[in-house]
């Protein structure tokens, strides 16, 4: 399975973001479909996650800010990144879980004062 991320970028405090992640490849159904991050410094933590039955996980500091999506049909998640907080800058990476756990490339998210 390959994953393609895109829509990283800088932008202001306050501001939005919208992360997409299309898989490709992919023999199985994708279960479970989301973003992790990683902060420098930081370990890589847990951002969204979306079922193949569209339940969703947050992680706590996101909640309320971010909306994870996703189109089966196209086998692309997308997250809304709303109300953007400089503790938000990471770099951002997709993964899928289809028997086996895959990983996007990172895509860089910064966000200024």
């Known amino acids: 399975v390959q994953l393609q991320a895109s829509g990283g970028g800088l932008v202001q405090a306050g501001g939005s973001l919208r992360l997409s992640c299309a898989a490709s490849?992919?023999?199985?159904?994708?279960?479970?479909f989301g973003w992790y991050r990683q902060a420098p410094g930081k370990q890589r933590e847990l951002v969204a996650v979306?079922?193949?039955?569209?339940?969703?996980t947050y992680t706590d500091s996101v909640k309320g800010r971010f909306t994870i999506s996703r189109d089966t049909a196209k086998e692309t998640v997308f997250l809304q990144m709303d109300s953007l907080k400089i503790e938000d800058t990471a770099v951002y990476y997709c993964?899928?879980?289809?028997?086996?756990?895959?990983w996007g490339q990172g895509t860089q998210v910064t966000v200024s004062s």
């Open positions: 979306i079922s193949s039955g569209g339940s969703t």
């Open positions: 993964f899928a879980e289809a028997r086996a756990i895959y």
């Open positions: 490849g992919s023999t199985f159904i994708i279960d479970n």
